[in-house]
């Protein structure tokens, strides 16, 4: 039976036990990891914590809201045990009965009817690094390789450790200031996820220096469940012909080759970043969503002008 239970009511100890041992955990459902994106995150939990699902809502006028917070790809159902689509149906119904609108990812192994009208589909890319260095490389494109080849030559190198601020403070420059909703409250968020990931060791950092040592290239990869995402990264726009981004990438695909883990680009429904993350080998994946919004015609125009 799905019970619906509050943050205050939720065993996280018990959770963090259905996570370790999910079939399809990842970290964003670690409940520190929650803790920090969504503090007040309820959950629905069917057994004994035997599937679990992380609800990351709010209400406002008296309309309930379930979305996708920031910091987090794939949130959805997670099993210890084999995860069917009757369960993750019965999952969404709870949902659709609870939440007048829903925007919600779901994750890589929750089945779904595709042809259900509030089911939407996402991209990812993806590269299995089981196989030798070599291997890998020769399964890069064409351009990849060129644009490789050109850092090389402007003498850029890898560096194993980049300070979290270092990183955040080359996107905050460069990319980030084309993105207004991030003010200062998701920068400070940011920063102490990365922190408390790099403490419970489920991250890494590193970055890219050029010729002159000036840092020109930073990423954060987060580490569970024998994947390693590429979290966020933050590049000297002013550099973007010395390709430091594509080194750092294929640094690490030479670090972790043949090993068991995945390398998951976390993204993206972008065609130009999926061309990019492709360019290394990595191989296109969906992942479902749930979006819907059940308000009537007048509330909808309400909303809009409440700004939602």
Known sequence: MIKFVTHNEID????DECIANAINGNIYVWSWYLDIIHPRWDALIDGDYERVIP???????????LFQPFFAQQLGIFSRTHLTQ?????????IKNKFNITDYNLNIYNKVDSESPYIIKHRNIELDLISNYQTLYNNYSSNTKR???????????????SDPEDVIRLFRNNKG?????????EYERLLLLINTAIEKEHCITCGINDIEQNHVAGAVFMCSHDKIIFFFSGCDESNKHNHALTM???SIIRSFSETQNTLDFEGSDNDGLARFYKGFGGKEIFYPGIKYNNLNIILKFACKLIGK
């Open 12 to 15: 996280k100890r018990r959770w």
């Open 55 to 65: 609800i990351t809502g709010k209400q406002k006028l008296g309309i309930s809201y």
């Open 86 to 94: 009757d369960h993750v149906d019965n999952f969404i119904e709870v």
């Open 147 to 161: 644009n490789l080849s050109k850092a090389e030559k402007q003498g850029l190198s890898f560096i194993n450790y």
């Open 177 to 185: 200031k084309g993105l207004k909703h991030w003010g200062d409250k």
């Open 248 to 250: 750092l990438i294929d």
